[in-house]
């Protein structure tokens, strides 16, 4: 059996999905080739960014259900570096247990 952080980097980097990894404070500090893939930014440009940044129209919406820790998939429209708007299905999960770590799922 894989060590599990070498099962979820596998998991990450082959799903089709969008994934982004922030910590409470919104604070990406991981994301995946399909989120690069889809949005147009590199990992490097992700990192330590605000992830309600990449979504202004929804940010009010999104911060009230991460209040409530509401967990259903939203409807967001992402801004992708090159400024055109991606509506996008978006699935966050907060892991309290792992370093408050919150883990967002995005397709389109």
Same mark, same amino acid.
């Given at each position: 059996?894989?060590?599990?952080? $070498?099962?979820?980097?596998?998991?990450?980097?082959?799903?089709?999905? !969008?994934?982004?990894?922030?910590?409470?404070?919104?604070?990406?500090?991981?994301?995946?080739?399909?989120?690069?893939?889809?949005?147009?930014?590199?990992?490097?440009?992700?990192? !330590?960014?605000?992830?309600?940044?990449?979504?202004?129209?929804?940010?009010?919406?999104?911060?009230?259900?991460?209040?409530?820790?509401?967990?259903?998939?939203?409807?967001?429209?992402?801004?992708?570096?090159?400024?055109?708007?991606?509506?996008?299905?978006?699935?966050?999960?907060?892991?309290? !247990?792992?370093?408050?770590?919150? $883990? !967002?799922?995005?397709?389109?």
């Amino acid at each position: 059996m894989f060590d599990s952080k $070498v099962n979820i980097c596998c998991f990450c980097a082959t799903t089709y999905q !969008g994934i982004t990894v922030h910590n409470d404070d919104e604070i990406i500090f991981n994301a995946n080739h399909a989120f690069v893939t889809m949005t147009g930014y590199q990992v490097k440009d992700l990192i !330590g960014k605000n992830s309600l940044e990449i979504i202004p129209e929804s940010q009010e919406f999104i911060r009230k259900n991460i209040l409530s820790n509401y967990e259903k998939p939203d409807e967001v429209v992402v801004v992708k570096k090159t400024v055109l708007l991606l509506p996008f299905n978006c699935k966050a999960k907060s892991f309290p !247990g792992a370093r408050n770590a919150s $883990v !967002g799922s995005e397709r389109y």
